[in-house]
C-alpha cells in the first residue's frame, strides 16, 4: 500500500476535514510483532502535537494500568480508529472510519495479536459492528472475524472515563489485567512485572 511504509501511514488525504484539522498523520506505535493492541478512537489535541496515540492525561491512566498488570507501554501495540485529529474533538464520522479502516486492518494484519482491545465506545462499535455499551460490557471477550480473520476482542471503558467517573477505575484496572492474562503475560504471583527483564 503506497500510503503505508510498513505499519506507519506516510500520507493520506482521504478525509478534508482532518486534512484541514490535523496537523499530523498519528499512526500506531509498539513492537510490530505485539500480542496485545490497544485501539482508540481518533487523536486528540496533545497526540496531534505529539504523533503519538494515548498521550496525555488518558495515555497517562492506560500507563498506569499496564505498569500495574505488569506491562510496560512498550511492550503493546496502541493504535485508532482514525489517525488524524478531528475538529473540535468531535466524534470520527462514518466515512472517516470507514477511509482510515483500511489502515487499521492492515495493522491488525501484520501484528496478528492475541487479543484486541477496545478503549471506549467508537472503537468497540467499530471493530464488533453493533452498538455497544461499554459500561457494561466492559472485560468481556468476543470472538468475531476482522478483514476476514479470526479476533479476539476484549472491550474496555475509555481511561479518561476513569478520570471523571472514579467508579470506573477498577473496571478499567480490571479490562487491563484480563488483557494481560489473554495475552500471555504470566503472572509471577509476587505483584511485580510479569515480562522478565521489565
Ligand atoms: S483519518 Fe485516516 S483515512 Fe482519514 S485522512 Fe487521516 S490517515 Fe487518511
Do not use: H, K, W, Y
Given at each position: 500500500m503506497e500510503q503505508m511504509d510498513g505499519l506507519t501511514v506516510t500520507a493520506c488525504e482521504r478525509c478534508p476535514e482532518l486534512c484541514e484539522s490535523r496537523s499530523r498523520i498519528v499512526s500506531g506505535v509498539g513492537p510490530e510483532d505485539a500480542d496485545l493492541v490497544f485501539v482508540g478512537e481518533a487523536?486528540?489535541?496533545?497526540?496531534?502535537?505529539?504523533?503519538?496515540?494515548?498521550?496525555?492525561?488518558?495515555?497517562?491512566?492506560?500507563?498506569?494500568?499496564?505498569?500495574?498488570?505488569?506491562?510496560?507501554?512498550?511492550?503493546?501495540?496502541?493504535?485508532?480508529?482514525?489517525?488524524?485529529?478531528?475538529?473540535?474533538?468531535?466524534?470520527?464520522?462514518?466515512?472517516?472510519?470507514?477511509?482510515?479502516?483500511?489502515y487499521l486492518e492492515r495493522e491488525l494484519d501484520l501484528l496478528d495479536p492475541e487479543v484486541i482491545v477496545t478503549l471506549g465506545k467508537v472503537p468497540s462499535e467499530h471493530l464488533l459492528e453493533r452498538s455497544v455499551g461499554v459500561t457494561n460490557e466492559a472485560g468481556t471477550v468476543t470472538e468475531t472475524r476482522i478483514a476476514g480473520a479470526p479476533r479476539r476482542v476484549l472491550v474496555s471503558v475509555h481511561p479518561a472515563a476513569t478520570l471523571y467517573d472514579p467508579s470506573q477505575r477498577e473496571t478499567f484496572a480490571e479490562t487491563i489485567d484480563t488483557a494481560a492474562d489473554l495475552a500471555g503475560v504470566e503472572d509471577s504471583g509476587d505483584g511485580q512485572a510479569r515480562l522478565g527483564d521489565f
Open positions: 487523536p486528540g489535541a496533545t497526540e496531534d502535537e505529539r504523533g503519538e496515540p494515548f498521550v496525555g492525561r488518558s495515555g497517562d491512566v492506560l500507563d498506569d494500568a499496564l505498569r500495574d498488570a505488569g506491562l510496560a507501554r512498550a511492550d503493546v501495540r496502541i493504535t485508532n480508529c482514525v489517525r488524524c485529529r478531528p475538529p473540535d474533538n468531535r466524534d470520527p464520522t462514518d466515512d472517516e472510519l470507514a477511509n482510515c479502516r483500511e
